[in-house]
Structure formats: C-alpha cells, structure tokens
C-alpha cells in the first residue's frame, strides 16, 4: 500500500505518534525517559516547534506539535533517528528502535479539536491503567506527561518549548495556581466520570468515517472546513512530490539551508571573519567549532554541509569537534562579538 503523503505548512498543528519496533518498549527507565525529553527539547530548538502536550508511555509516545515553519518531516527524522542512536548506545544494542512510520495526523489548533486532543493525551496513562482514577489516584501522580512535567508548574519552571499557556487558555483556566489546579481537577472528573476504557476519548458519530476526521486513526481531526482546506493543499503536495529531488530537496529540513546561510554569515562577521580566510584555518578554530556548533543544535541541516561551509574536512571531524566542544568549558579565546550574537541567539530562541 502507498504511503500517504505528509502535508506540511507553516502554523501546522499534528497529533504524532509512534510505537517501538514489534511493540517493545522504547523507554527502559527514567533515564530512557529523560533522554527522550532532552532529544525533544534539541529538536524544538533546531525546528522552533511548539509542543501543547505530551506523554511517554512503555512502548510508544503522543506529541501535540506546532509547527510555526514547515518541516514536521525533517524534526520528525532528526528525533528518531537521534533516539535511536542514544537508545542504542545507551544498551548496547543496534537496529530500530521504532516499529513501522510514524503516524502524523493533521490537527485543527482550535476549539473542539485542541481541547479534545490536550485531554486525550493527558489522560492516557488512565486509559492505560497506570493510573485508577476510580480509586482516588489523579492524572497528576503520572510524572511521564506534560501535566506533570508543565502544565501544573509554574511557568517558570516550564521547558521553553512546551505552550501550557495555550492549551491552559484554550480550557478556560488561568495560568495561576488557582487555573493550573482546576485544569487537573477537570481531567480529574473526566477519569472518573467517563471510566478507565474511554477517558478523554471523544464521542464519534457511528457515520463517520474512521480513516478521515479521527485523532487516532484518521488522517486529520478538525471541521469538514478544515479538511477541505488540507485536501487542497495534499494536492498542490501531490504535484510538487512528483519529483524525487524535490522530496529530498533543503526545502524540507528545519530551518532550511537559507536559515542555516543566514547564521553563518552573521556569526563570520560578528567574528571578524571573511569566507576566504576559512580554508586556511585548521578544522579545530575556536571560531569555527563555535559557528559549527551553533548552527547544528538549531537546524537539522547536515554536518556535511557545515564540513563544506566551514572549511572543516568532513562531517565526522565537524562532529568530534562539536563533541569536544560540549565536553569542555565555553571556549575564551572568542571574539567579544561572537559571544555576544551566540549568546542574544539563545536568549531570543529561549
């Protein structure tokens, strides 16, 4: 059977969703956990993707994702692709760690179709029976989701990436203690009231169709509106995807190779460099490593691209360099301009 196609668009909001190869579990312990949630936060960073909710279970995981750029697919390949690796290397194992594709579906970011997907992924650990809501416990003793790990936190104490404010607003709730506190406590009565089996699942008309308007199984949840507004734009997809450069061309990957043109051309001049003076610096410049580094946590854009740009010898010398370059205190000997734009980067991006 063909694939379906992944429509991509700027301001996009998704359902993803991903199980490990043969159901096994992709997360061993906490650590595995903990792990996840640090590749999430780089690939946030690298994307600029807004994650609303999400949830770690055994053998897979949700994400409510915002995509204010278009390259779901590139962010997607980059996470697992990179947990994989961890997991691997972490276990001393090798081979996937995810079974068949991930499954994307399109998500009208309002309203009815927001709300119905937040509680869905909040309350699938009582779906799962790690959490008995009918014996007292809440959704918030499950510490592997964004209940727990933001929405019930100050925002301050919040992952950047994570948008509780949101999904707080869109449920009514004000972003105070007093707000945070009746969102658990309506998730709460959800458990309760609508049984360990079908908590925050949504009531469906028996005449709709499953493989269309679903957050499971459907390829979009929203309004007939909304999916008419995505089938136009799977067909503008469909004329463009004819073409197997397109399907792997810059367009594609997060923040784009003019993203990635554009930092390095403002980090060279913020160090006093000019493109000419590159392939007569050793691979191991400060300046270089730096420029390299910043520009691999926020794209997805290749080290073979930064080995060519940066005149340093191949990829596999851009990532020993880069890991060094993490393993050891902030480099000294920058230049005070260079500090300086690396430093407002992360701020802005914070």
């Known amino acids: 059977m063909a694939r379906s196609i992944r429509i991509e668009y700027p301001g996009a909001y998704y ?3 991903a199980r490990g190869n043969r159901r096994e579990a992709i997360y061993r312990d906490a650590d ?3 792990f996840f949630l640090q590749t999430l936060s780089e690939a946030c960073a690298m994307t600029g993707w807004r994650v609303h909710a999400w949830v770690l279970m055994g053998n897979h995981y949700h994400l409510f994702i915002e995509t204010p750029e278009a390259n779901l ?27 068949d594709r991930y499954k994307a579906v399109l998500v009208e970011g309002a309203g009815y179709y927001y709300q119905t997907l937040l509680d869905y992924i909040h309350l699938n650990p009582v779906r799962a029976g790690l959490v008995r809501a009918s014996s007292g416990k809440s959704v918030l003793d499950y510490p592997w989701s964004s209940l727990a790990g933001g929405y019930a936190l100050a925002p301050g104490k919040r992952a950047p990436w994570l948008a509780a404010a949101d999904g707080l607003a869109e449920s009514g709730c004000a972003d105070t203690a007093a707000g945070r506190r009746k969102f658990v406590e309506r998730l709460d009565r959800r458990a309760v009231e609508e049984g360990a089996r079908q908590a925050g699942v949504p009531v469906t008309a028996a005449n709709v169709d499953a493989r269309c308007s679903n957050l499971r199984r459907g390829w979009y949840w929203g309004s007939q509106s909304f999916a008419e507004k995505m089938l136009d734009l799977g067909k503008k997809v469909m004329g463009r995807q004819g073409s197997r450069v397109y399907r792997s061309s810059a367009q594609r990957r997060a923040h784009g190779e003019s993203q990635a043109q554009r930092m390095l051309e403002e980090g060279l001049k913020a160090a006093g460099l000019a493109k000419k003076e590159l392939p007569s610096l050793r691979g191991s410049d400060p300046r270089k490593v730096a420029l390299a580094r910043l520009i691999w946590e926020r794209t997805t854009i290749p080290q073979t691209w930064l080995a060519t740009h940066l005149h340093m010898k191949s990829a596999a010398n ?9 393993s050891r205190p902030p480099a000294k000997n920058l230049p005070a301009p260079l500090k300086n734009y690396i430093n407002n980067l992360s701020k802005d991006e914070a």
Do not use: E, P, Y
């Open 73 to 99: 697919v590139a962010g997607m390949q980059w996470l697992q692709n990179t947990c994989t690796r961890r997991f691997n290397t972490r276990h001393k194992q090798w081979g996937r760690l995810f079974g």
């Open 318 to 326: 851009v990532s020993q360099q880069i890991k060094r370059a993490k």
């Open 32 to 34: 595995d956990r903990r």
């Open 15 to 17: 359902h993803v969703m």
